[in-house]
């Protein structure tokens, strides 16, 4: 039987061990395992089914593929705003197959994407829907990134509003932002045309510029060099970098982020490992390598999550479905590094890490570290558990079940459970969240997707002024689910 690592731990395994003191600590502390922070029992579920059934019926908004808490000028509040990504695993098998047969992408399953806002009353209210805008000739699947941003070079001060940017993904991409986030409110400002099938990864705010990161992701046969743009009026775009930073195997931007007064960008790199540079510092000047190689492993393709905690930045990395399929490796749980601001790294999570962690927390089939957020102090990171995906192919393997299902599982009486329902159990399928305060001390949040086995990668979270945390779980089978924290002294 495949064992994660145990939920609770009070210190890294590599710091326990070098002091009987803090060995004692441990002893005493661990039985309570209450390290303070958001748990499990924090969370409440307060969207399933893709927002409601009969609509995920019709569109399955199986992602919550964006998130973003945007507060209007002159409103009294603002609301968390999440965009969906649509029917994907339809669409990545599609896109798999027609590769595979080296046919063009004519004929995508898409669904049309929506964006919907949480309101006051606890409802989610539908504010774009896709469907409105290609009917016809659906082209579009997700809202992939979402960001507020007030611009800079305007000519007057009245037109330097705050708006919500939206970014998708799909055949082309486009840019929709909203001054209001109200339904009927909504511009398209930017778009790459159907002849470019750029994916935006990525969306940043530095030194008062909207940066966009390009990625080429869809097929095989339209690979080109990830790209970075930008705007300073939050209208019109021109590209920054448009080479991969020189190199042809960095096919897509995939993160970008503001720190330390420079703009930080990762990439993912099939062949050779992500690589991480920093442009547009203070004095300006070209871009600068910090990171290369995947940084601990090459075998880390993408530089996935970022966010900046408590002066530090730190990345986490991701392979794609869980295989490479160009260097013919999988199956490698996501490592975590931390950059400071002299741009020395550490490994947080991974060999020889500074948590005592391996790649994926200790298990393998967490090939995403997906998304990270800091929260009242602490640091969130959620991953994607390809243990969801494998257990559906898994247990139709044909007579490989049966011995499992006869034992039982879970005390649960002899053939209660379905193939796939043990199978999920089997390889602890569902998505991991942990948290930490220092960087070094992790400690499980939940291991199973906040019991739903099926929500298998927390793809967005977000912390809102009001003190509560917001979680968006990806899940295929069932369609999204969004849930809600308060912080921990509330």
Sequence with gaps: MIVKQKSCKCLSARHAFGSIGLLLCCAVTLPQCNP???????????????????????????????????????????????????????ISDYVALANRNGEPLTDMPTRPPEIRRYTAQGDWEKVFDYADVENDDLQTYGFRRMIAYRAKDTIDSKSRSN???????????SIWRSKTG????????????SDNPASIRA???????????????????DIQPGQIWFSGDGINFEPYMQDGFGNEHNRGIETLISFNDWLYAGTRNDAEGYEIWKLEGPKGGGAIQVVDNGG???????????????????????????????ENYGLKGCDIICIDQNDQWETVVGKNSLSGYDSGFNFFT??????????????????YDFGTTMAGIVYTFPGRIENFITEGDDNSPRHTLTPREVWLRRMQAGADLFKTQDGIHWFSVTQTGLGNRNNYGWR????????????????PFEGLEIWKAKSAQE
């Design 163 to 173: 708006y919500l940017y939206a970014a998708t993904h799909g055949v082309g991409a």
């Design 460 to 475: 967005t979270m977000t912390s809102t002024p009001d003190g509560s945390f917001f979680l968006g779980a990806a899940n």
């Design 366 to 383: 967490n090939v995403y570290c997906w998304q990270m957020a800091e929260h009242d102090g602490w640091l969130y990171a959620g991953t």
């Design 182 to 193: 109200d339904a009927g409110d909504w511009q398209q400002v930017y778009s790459t045309g």
């Design 296 to 326: 601990p492993d090459s075998r880390n393709e993408t530089a996935g999550a970022a966010t900046v905690f408590k002066n530090k930045l730190y990345i986490g990395s991701m392979i794609y479905y869980g295989y490479n399929t160009s």
């Design 203 to 221: 969306m940043a705010v530095h030194d008062g510029k909207l940066y966009l990161g390009f990625s080429y992701d869809i097929a095989d046969a």
């Design 36 to 90: 303070g922070g958001l748990g499990a029992a924090d969370f409440t579920k307060i969207s399933e089914n893709g927002f409601d059934a009969e609509d995920h019926a019709i569109d399955h908004n199986d992602y919550p593929w964006s998130m973003c808490w945007f507060h209007p000028d002159g409103a009294s509040e603002g609301h968390v705003y999440v965009g969906t990504g649509n029917n994907l695993f339809a």
